[in-house]
């Protein structure tokens, strides 16, 4: 499984992190390892000293797929999920200003939070409708709409399959909205789409 991270698809967001807006998609992965699918608690590296939080999107691929077109993308997908890609920010910052891969500040263990799924038909809507947000002890502090995508599902899709196939229970996250910030131990995140409680999470 395959586990595939779009950087800087809301363009508030890229402006956020004082970068350009992409021209096409690109992607980073994150190991299996980095799966917190039961929503355990998440507990805060050693490592770091400022873990962020990056809600998102998130798309599970449903069948195999190789140079898929947007046209037939809709094909490969029929659920959401809600998602966060926790983000070691101080080691991703040092990596870049030595211009190092940061891998590490991405893919440690637990940092790609998933809720369950839920269909699109029971959504009632489409990949490019989808209003979803984050609370942290119970403030909202992130919240987003799929239509704002720089690059839509089916967009993203057709790009990466270009280069690598696609197998059925591959997770795509979409790309973070602005309003990314640190957690602290003795926070509590939920998140949810549309009205709809996805997980709740504590940070110790």
């Given at each position: 499984m395959k586990i595939l991270?779009?950087?800087?698809n809301y363009a508030p967001h890229a402006a956020e992190m004082m970068s350009?807006?992409?021209?096409?998609?690109?992607?980073?992965?994150?190991?299996?390892?980095?799966l917190n699918p039961k929503q355990l608690p998440f507990f805060y590296p050693d490592f770091s000293s400022d873990i962020q939080h990056e809600v998102e999107l998130v798309v599970r691929i449903d069948r195999l797929?190789?140079?898929?077109?947007?046209?037939?993308?809709?094909?490969?997908?029929?659920?959401v999920?809600?998602?966060?890609?926790?983000?070691?920010?101080?080691?991703?910052?040092k990596a870049k200003a030595?211009?190092?891969?940061w891998l590490i500040s991405k893919g440690f263990d637990g940092s790609a939070v998933v809720s369950p799924f839920v269909t699109l038909e029971s959504l009632g809507k489409g990949t490019n409708d989808i209003n979803f947000s984050?609370?942290?002890?119970?403030?909202?502090?992130?919240?987003?709409?799929?239509?704002?995508?720089?690059?839509?599902v089916d967009h993203l899709?057709?790009?990466?399959?270009?280069?690598?196939?696609?197998?059925?229970?591959?997770?795509?996250?979409?790309?973070?909205?602005?309003?990314?910030?640190?957690v602290s131990i003795g926070d509590h995140l939920e998140g949810f789409i549309e009205d709809r409680s996805m997980f709740a999470l504590d940070i110790k």
């Open positions: 991270c779009v950087v800087r350009q807006t992409p021209s096409e998609p690109t992607f980073f992965m994150k190991p299996d390892s980095a797929g190789k140079c898929i077109q947007p046209r037939f993308a809709h094909k490969y997908y029929n659920s999920a809600l998602g966060i890609d926790f983000t070691a920010r101080d080691i991703q910052r030595d211009s190092m891969p984050l609370q942290r002890n119970g403030e909202t502090v992130q919240q987003g709409n799929s239509g704002n995508m720089i690059f839509d899709i057709a790009h990466v399959s270009r280069f690598m196939t696609l197998r059925t229970g591959d997770l795509i996250y979409t790309g973070t909205p602005a309003g990314v910030g640190p």
